[in-house]
């Protein structure tokens, strides 16, 4: 009994952003901490997450489903026509977001959008590999969820 956290004693609840600074994945926001510092943080983080069996970020065209996500929760630009592929690669550079297990290319990220035919989440016109499409539906619904604490405004 000694080994319980505060939290079970009390029955308060955590919000996903105390949980994950409770396990050690991300830091406590400072009052100097950008968006786009917090953003690199969660996107470093769940390149280590695993669900069930499988790595959320194993291929390197899973960079397509973290540019989609962060266009829809404003993170990003979105341009209709055109998805900004080079750019967003770009700005993976420039903030130094590290490659746990896969590169992030505009080469590859083209290929997979021509691959789905432009499709956008929850992907389900796409005829490609059913694996790949369930396995992009989770990642997208953990980045759905994490990305809003990127903004300190959404911060408990």
Not at 16 to 44: H, K, Y
Not at 124 to 140: A, D, H, Q, S
């Amino acid at each position: 009994m000694g080994n319980q956290n505060a939290t079970a004693r009390s029955g308060k609840t955590e919000t996903l952003n105390e949980v994950l600074i409770r396990l050690g994945f991300i830091e406590p926001m400072s009052a100097t901490t950008t968006t786009d510092e917090r953003t690199v943080e969660m996107l470093t983080c769940i390149q280590r997450w695993t669900y069930k069996w499988y790595r959320l970020i194993c291929e390197h065209y899973d960079w397509l489903v973290v540019m989609q996500c962060m266009q829809d929760h404003g993170l990003f630009k979105s341009n209709q026509k055109r998805p900004p592929l080079a750019e967003f690669v770009r700005w993976l550079e420039s903030h130094q977001v590290p490659c746990v297990l896969t590169q992030y290319s505009a080469y590859h990220l083209s290929m997979a959008q021509r691959a789905i035919h432009d499709a956008r989440y929850p992907w389900t016109e796409v005829k490609w590999e059913p694996n790949i499409v369930r396995r992009w539906r989770v990642l997208y619904q953990f980045l759905d969820a994490i990305l809003p604490y990127a903004d300190k405004t959404h911060l408990v």
